[in-house]
């Protein structure tokens, strides 16, 4: 899981295999994972200084993209805000329902509380309505099933300058397919 181009996963988890940030052709992306209702891990915040201040020694890339792992929007915007000016783009994942706060920060950074899903479309984050409303009325542990039906895509598209590592345009790309 360390070699090639190696299995990423969140900066902040200590000891794990794989890496908290990979690089491909000219891009940097690195994954933190949040700590609001959810597992304690490392401070995130503390491990992208760190993490920053590492690929700024290493001579890397410009163009850095944090996929910001997190269930809490307040700390998805926090990390989006402390990071501004210093990576290319902060995009939220985790909760699978895409948001429409798409936009450029002050300093060049572009943001997106929760770039969404790919996936069933009606559905329940991509499971079958049915067995998570049996969930929710019964309180009782099942099976969830993925949805079938219409599945989509939620993205994002961002132009970076690569010489300066700022973003200029940030917009939200959704499609549907049959």
């Known amino acids: 899981m360390d070699e090639?181009?190696?299995?990423?996963r969140p900066a902040n988890y200590p000891d794990a295999p794989g890496k908290g940030h990979i690089y491909k052709d000219g891009v940097t992306v690195v994954n933190l994972m949040g700590r609001v209702?959810?597992?304690?891990?490392?401070?995130?915040?503390?491990?992208?200084?760190?993490?920053?201040?590492?690929?700024?020694?290493?001579?890397?890339?410009?163009?850095?993209?944090?996929?910001?792992?997190?269930?809490?929007?307040?700390e998805k915007q926090a990390m989006g805000w402390y990071l501004d000016g210093r990576v290319s783009g902060v995009f939220g994942t985790h909760t699978h329902v895409g948001t429409v706060d798409a936009k450029i920060l002050p300093k060049g950074t572009a943001?997106?509380?929760?770039?969404?899903?790919?996936?069933?479309?009606?559905?329940?984050?991509?499971?079958?309505?049915?067995?998570?409303?049996?969930?929710?009325?019964?309180?009782?542990?099942?099976?969830?099933?993925?949805?079938?039906?219409p599945c989509i895509l939620n993205s994002v598209l961002v132009d970076v300058d690569e010489e300066t590592g700022k973003a200029s345009l940030i917009e939200r790309i959704d499609r549907t397919v049959n």
């Open 37 to 74: 209702f959810m597992a304690p891990l490392d401070c995130p915040f503390r491990a992208a200084d760190a993490l920053l201040e590492k690929l700024k020694e290493e001579g890397g890339s410009k163009v850095i993209i944090v996929d910001f792992h997190a269930e809490a929007t307040s």
């Open 111 to 149: 943001y997106l509380t929760d770039v969404g899903m790919t996936g069933p479309q009606d559905s329940v984050i991509g499971s079958s309505v049915e067995t998570v409303l049996e969930r929710f009325l019964t309180a009782l542990p099942n099976r969830l099933s993925v949805a079938d039906g």
């Open 4 to 8: 090639g181009l190696p299995l990423i």
